[in-house]
């Protein structure tokens, strides 16, 4: 009779993770999430080294920048994108208006994942009246359709770079405040959070010890796709006259400033329409594939 060995107790069980490379691994296996990181890195790179790339200031009128009629030039040798109405260049603008869109992309989405993360993790937590209230104001704040909220914000403020920023915060969070409560109200019932209270763990080592590591690949890929959001959403308000004011360049005011050459000067709305539906596209095949890599049912599989 074979008498089983008993394990070392001594030795810590290895448990099984799946480590950080093994994720790039399976990210950059995407042909189409590598396209979007390649698009992301080179807009990034653009926007810093802007001054390098270009021998014109954004805001230069340049004498002959524009026609002998007055109206902008074509791309050529000198203008590679061609100029706007005021004979500034136009690919100057283009790259000095994508730090524009990344910043408010980055620090606008930050606020609506930070207010939407705490909001649902409160509510998802607690529940009870205080759960109810906030999900209340919640489903409230996403009743009014998002564009006009955000117009509205613009309107009664002063429109400048971080007012921007503030109102697409204050309207995007609502979708992360939504799945963060969900996802919370699932994990506040799992016995490991149980056992934490079983052995007296505070509220605050519970949520951000326990239960926001396990909400992390949400976030992460909420926060990916919610800047393609607000890329668009500052194009459109700058668009409408009411975001991000000339003479800083944005690549929706861009598209507002030389919309009356629309046929005369198609490039004009051209080259910035494109760069806007880049950016976003490119997190967007990012933040899926980051979705598809973190979703726990994808584990294991081949």
Not at 55 to 72: C, I, K, R, S
Not at 78 to 88: A, H, S
Not at 125 to 144: C, E, P, Q
Not at 184 to 212: K, P, V, Y
Request: hydrophobic content about 55%; some cysteine; aromatic content about 8%.
């Amino acid at each position: 009779m074979t008498v089983p060995i008993a394990p070392d107790l001594a030795t810590p069980a290895v448990m099984p993770a799946r480590p950080r490379a093994g994720i790039w691994r399976r990210l950059l296996r995407r042909k189409l999430a590598v396209l979007g990181l390649v698009i992301i890195v080179l807009t990034v790179a653009g926007a810093i080294l802007a001054p390098w790339l270009t021998a014109y200031d954004p805001n230069e009128q340049m004498f002959d920048g524009l026609t002998l009629e007055g109206a902008p030039l074509p791309p050529s040798e000198k203008f590679w994108l061609g100029t706007d109405l005021l004979g500034r260049d136009l690919a100057t603008r283009i790259l000095y208006g994508a730090r524009t869109s990344l910043i408010i992309g980055i620090v606008a989405n930050g606020a609506a994942l930070l207010i939407g993360t705490l909001v649902g993790m409160t509510a998802g937590y607690f529940k009870g009246w205080i759960g109810s209230v906030l999900m209340r104001f919640t489903d409230l704040m996403m009743a009014f359709p998002a564009l006009l909220l955000a117009i509205c914000l613009a309107a009664i403020l002063q429109p400048s770079l971080w007012i921007v920023a503030l109102v697409i915060a204050l309207v995007n969070w609502v979708q992360t405040a939504r799945v963060i409560y969900t996802e919370t109200s699932s994990l506040a019932e799992r016995e490991f959070i149980d056992a934490e209270r079983t052995i007296g763990a505070g509220t605050g080592r519970i949520l951000f010890r326990h239960i926001l590591p396990h909400l992390l690949p949400t976030i992460i890929v909420w926060g990916t796709l919610g800047i393609s959001t607000t890329v668009l959403l500052e194009a459109t308000l700058s668009y409408l006259g009411i975001g991000v004011q000339p003479p800083t360049a944005s690549w929706g005011n861009i598209i507002f400033e030389n919309q009356t050459y629309f046929q005369a000067a198609p490039w004009l709305v051209f080259f910035p329409g494109m760069a806007i539906l880049a950016l976003a596209l490119a997190f967007n095949l990012v933040g899926d594939a980051l979705r598809d890599v973190l979703d726990p049912t994808q584990r294991g599989r081949a």
